[in-house]
């Protein structure tokens, strides 16, 4: 450090020292005394206290909102729901005034065989019993008329499929009471209910409905559904043409004859149910009931394809000539499912491997041979059902038959 310098300028430069010097002229005495700043240390720091750490109380957790779907508006069809509308109404109203004119009905309290249970298979339909009845009266529910035809009508209740199946009318069966007789005296003894007991009890069925039809009643339901197209040979169109004449006679109806000639005719319905009637050519009456069911063929046929009009005007026409023990329900649901209605299988029963025709108890008849096969046949070809097990009580009915033949 220099001689000169003072102390209190220990610590200064040389421009701190000329302004020193100025101020001690300018105020004539020495400047404040000015200290160097110690150099710049960074204080060190308290440690900090450490929060205690809190614990959140144990919840549920927290289950997240389902997502709410957004719904699309439905558009209104304000033309679409009138007419859908309007055709109900049109449906209940054609529904109503068909029951007007649609049959009373003749309840009836058929048998069965009590070791007969029905099947699932067979529930799946609904089997009616359908007898042509030769009554000149029209008084169908009753006994003393002989039916002509006998036919089981099947008809699928999901799909309208319908099964056909003729008992001949020769058909040596037990009629009632172990009274074993032609299956067409069945009718005759008892009426409806003691015919349908009959098919149950030979057959191991479980019909509860019956139709009989007159000749007149089928032949206005033909009418009334615009005839029907047959095929003929000019044999069938001959002997067609005497029983139209006949039932002139007997009937009053219409004796409009056919050509005599081979080759498609459309007929009317007394044409028709004269069709039905022939049983003079070959076949006898095997071929018959062929024709009965060609010509239940046709009128399904023509209802399917039939307009409204013409369905009601055929159901007014039942009521004139037709008896059931179905009720106007029962009878509507059929006939608004007309055009569902499609005929799938027809056949005659006995079938034709298991019948023979020959005299027996001093009558020409037909014999199934054997029953209890020809049962079994029947379930399958109505039902769909194989191996069909029969009845105690069918058994015991076919191996009387056997015993006599």
Request: proline share 5%.
């Amino acid at each position: 450090m220099s001689a000169n310098k003072p102390d209190e300028a220990f610590f200064l430069d040389e421009d701190d020292l000329q302004d020193y010097e100025e101020y001690k002229r300018n105020h004539g005495g020495p400047a404040p005394e000015m200290k160097e700043e110690a150099p710049f240390t960074e204080r060190p720091k308290a440690p900090r206290a450490k929060a205690p750490v809190r614990q959140a109380p144990l919840q549920e957790p927290v289950r997240p909102r389902p997502v709410k779907k957004v719904r699309r508006r439905r558009r209104r069809h304000p033309i679409r729901n009138f007419v859908l509308v309007l055709v109900l109404t049109l449906l209940l109203g054609m529904g109503a005034f068909a029951a007007m004119f649609l049959p009373e009905s003749y309840p009836i309290h058929p048998s069965y065989n009590s070791g007969a249970s029905q099947s699932l298979a067979s529930r799946a339909w609904t089997t009616i019993a359908l007898f042509g009845v030769d009554s000149r009266d029209q008084n169908l529910a009753e006994g003393d008329n002989r039916s002509d035809a006998i036919l089981i009508c099947a008809i699928h209740k999901l799909t309208g499929e319908v099964r056909l199946v003729s008992l001949y009318r020769d058909t040596f069966l037990d009629v009632g009471g172990g009274n074993y007789t032609k299956a067409n005296a069945a009718y005759a003894y008892g009426g409806p209910g003691q015919a349908v007991t009959m098919l149950n009890t030979n057959l191991d069925l479980h019909i509860h409905d019956f139709a009989a039809i007159g000749f007149e009643g089928l032949a206005n339901a033909i009418d009334a559904l615009g005839g029907v197209d047959l095929e003929l040979t000019a044999e069938e169109a001959g002997y067609l043409n005497q029983y139209v004449e006949d039932m002139y006679w007997e009937l009053g109806t219409s004796d409009e004859s056919v050509k005599v000639e081979d080759g498609m005719q459309h007929l009317t319905g007394i044409q028709a149910v004269a069709y039905c009637r022939i049983r003079y050519t070959a076949g006898d009456d095997y071929k018959r009931t062929e024709r009965q069911r060609t010509v239940m063929k046709a009128v399904l046929t023509r209802a399917r394809h039939a307009g409204p009009g013409n369905l009601l005007r055929a159901a007014r026409t039942l009521s004139e000539g037709t008896a059931t023990s179905m009720n106007k329900a029962e009878l509507l649901a059929l006939l608004v499912r007309a055009p569902l209605y499609k005929l799938d299988e027809t056949s005659g029963l006995p079938a034709q491997e298991l019948r023979t025709a020959d005299m027996i108890q001093g009558q020409s008849c037909v014999i199934p041979l054997t029953l209890a096969e020809n049962a079994r046949w029947l379930h399958e070809i109505l039902y769909g059902e194989k191996g069909y097990e029969v009845s105690p009580e069918l058994q015991e009915r076919s191996n009387y038959i056997q015993s006599l033949y």
